[in-house]
């Protein structure tokens, strides 16, 4: 069991196109943000394991020896399926996790032993905690005392991938604990580096934590999380882009909160009543997300400004076709004008219904090009390679 320090951070993400299409199915694009979720964790003997998320006010302690006595409390065996041996996530054959069944978070919520009125984002961030760290350490035969601190430079719940980047540095961290994986600094080696396998299981976990959070996401956010970069994902399936260009992209907080759960449902909803509308809108959009890929590759290290032009009309209709879908809002709508009476066009990234938008910013504009001075808005701008 490890006894050192372990830092670990995971970067937030952007989605260029396929937001909510990839729940059904579809292809999504996705980049890595230059912001981070940050992981300190050290072990320690007191018996305790304790939790700190200061950007969102949580600081929860849990008695060592009750957690596993709840923890062998719940082997109810009945309440097992055939193949399932395990307390919170069983391993199939083909060696998935399955997903946390609404019984397991409900035993979680008795085991967090937070308050009724907790707010919903700290609840579902300390039970995402106690579930990757029941589940992670099930084969062990004590529970190890932890202090765990995490913190960020991503705004919650604004579709930067947030909760996915908190997920994958508990996998990280834990799984590192409980030596699943190696400690990539250990003996001071700091060149070394996680393996393929290694982030595969880090990810596998992560995504377990997102559905903690989320119930049922395509598990694109962890991802990208996971590996960095510039990826197309589509079922499981991950793939580097082949040479994306350097493009600056201006992101826009608009500081209207939302529920990624919520609007996952409200589209999965809209598909049940109007099947013969909204599954074109969603082909649609998975032909957008492949036309923006193959002009990225095109576009190398000089590209045109024809380009730029293509990816713009992208953008846009993309835009059109997620309101279609009823996750636009008034805030995204007003980003889109601003923007356009500069010149620029942008879209909503992530869930939508508020969280941020994202406006493609052409070469001869650089940093900071547009800044809608009135709104309370935030900006942040981040390159793409
Ligand atoms: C959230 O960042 C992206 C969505 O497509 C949900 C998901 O993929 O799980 C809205």
Same mark, same amino acid.
């Given at each position: 069991?490890?006894? +050192?320090?372990?830092?670990?951070?995971a970067?937030?993400?952007v989605?260029?196109?396929?937001?909510?299409?990839?729940?059904h199915?579809?292809?999504?694009? @996705?980049?890595?943000l230059?912001?981070?979720?940050? &992981?300190?964790?050290?072990?320690?003997?007191?018996?305790?394991?304790?939790?700190s998320l200061?950007?969102?006010g949580?600081?929860?302690? $849990?008695?060592?020896?009750?957690?596993?006595?709840?923890?062998?409390?719940? !082997?109810?065996?009945?309440?097992?399926?055939?193949?399932?041996?395990? &307390?919170?996530?069983?391993?199939?054959?083909?060696?998935?996790?399955?997903a946390?069944?609404?019984?397991?978070?409900?035993?979680?919520?008795?085991?967090?032993?937070l308050?009724d009125?907790?707010?919903?984002?700290k609840?579902?961030?300390? &039970?995402?905690?106690l579930? !990757?760290?029941?589940?992670?350490?099930?084969?062990?035969?004590? /529970?190890?005392? !932890?202090?765990v601190?995490? $913190?960020?430079e991503?705004?919650?719940?604004?579709?930067l %991938?947030?909760? @996915?980047?908190?997920?994958?540095?508990?996998?990280?961290?834990?799984?590192t604990?409980?030596?699943?994986?190696? *400690?990539?600094?250990?003996?001071? +080696?700091?060149?070394?580096?996680?393996?393929?396998?290694?982030?595969e299981?880090?990810?596998?976990?992560?995504?377990?934590?997102?559905?903690?959070?989320? %119930? *049922?996401?395509s598990g694109?956010?962890n991802?990208v999380?996971?590996?960095? %970069?510039?990826?197309?994902?589509?079922?499981g399936?991950?793939?580097?882009?082949?040479?994306p260009?350097a493009l600056?992209?201006?992101?826009?907080?608009?500081?209207?909160?939302?529920?990624?759960?919520?609007?996952?449902?409200?589209?999965?909803?809209?598909?049940?009543k109007?099947?013969?509308?909204?599954?074109?809108?969603?082909?649609s959009?998975?032909?957008?997300?492949? +036309?923006?890929?193959?002009?990225?590759?095109?576009?190398?290290?000089a590209p045109?400004?024809e380009?730029?032009?293509?990816?713009?009309?992208?953008?846009?209709? *993309?835009q059109?076709?997620?309101?279609? /879908?009823?996750?636009?809002?008034?805030? !995204?709508?007003?980003?889109?004008?601003v923007?356009?009476?500069h010149?620029?066009?942008?879209?909503?990234? %992530?869930?939508?219904g508020?969280?941020?938008?994202?406006?493609l910013l052409?070469?001869?504009l650089g940093?900071?090009?547009?800044r809608?001075?009135?709104?309370r808005?935030?900006h942040?701008?981040?390159s793409?390679?």
């Amino acid at each position: 069991m490890l006894s +050192e320090v372990l830092l670990v951070s995971a970067p937030g993400k952007v989605i260029l196109h396929g937001e909510h299409a990839v729940v059904h199915g579809k292809v999504a694009l @996705a980049v890595a943000l230059n912001l981070r979720t940050f &992981l300190r964790l050290q072990p320690h003997s007191s018996g305790k394991v304790d939790l700190s998320l200061p950007n969102i006010g949580i600081k929860r302690s $849990w008695d060592v020896a009750r957690l596993q006595l709840l923890d062998t409390s719940f !082997l109810a065996p009945e309440a097992l399926s055939p193949t399932c041996v395990c &307390l919170f996530a069983c391993e199939t054959e083909q060696g998935d996790v399955t997903a946390p069944t609404p019984e397991q978070v409900e035993k979680l919520k008795e085991v967090a032993g937070l308050p009724d009125d907790c707010a919903v984002t700290k609840r579902l961030a300390v &039970l995402t905690f106690l579930y !990757l760290y029941l589940s992670i350490f099930r084969k062990q035969r004590t /529970l190890p005392s !932890l202090d765990v601190v995490v $913190w960020s430079e991503l705004p919650p719940g604004a579709g930067l %991938g947030s909760s @996915a980047a908190y997920s994958v540095c508990l996998a990280a961290a834990l799984l590192t604990v409980c030596e699943e994986i190696p *400690n990539p600094l250990k003996d001071g +080696e700091h060149i070394n580096r996680w393996t393929k396998e290694d982030l595969e299981l880090i990810n596998k976990w992560a995504f377990q934590g997102e559905r903690v959070i989320h %119930g *049922n996401p395509s598990g694109v956010d962890n991802a990208v999380s996971t590996w960095g %970069g510039a990826l197309r994902y589509q079922q499981g399936k991950i793939a580097s882009l082949k040479r994306p260009p350097a493009l600056q992209i201006l992101l826009t907080n608009t500081r209207v909160p939302r529920s990624t759960k919520a609007l996952v449902a409200g589209v999965r909803n809209r598909l049940l009543k109007f099947p013969e509308i909204v599954a074109p809108l969603l082909t649609s959009i998975d032909a957008i997300s492949l +036309e923006c890929e193959r002009v990225l590759g095109e576009m190398g290290e000089a590209p045109a400004l024809e380009q730029y032009h293509v990816l713009e009309e992208l953008i846009d209709m *993309n835009q059109h076709h997620l309101n279609a /879908l009823g996750v636009g809002h008034a805030s !995204l709508d007003q980003l889109c004008q601003v923007t356009r009476a500069h010149g620029l066009h942008s879209k909503l990234t %992530g869930a939508g219904g508020g969280g941020c938008g994202i406006t493609l910013l052409k070469p001869d504009l650089g940093r900071g090009g547009t800044r809608p001075e009135e709104s309370r808005s935030e900006h942040f701008c981040s390159s793409m390679q």
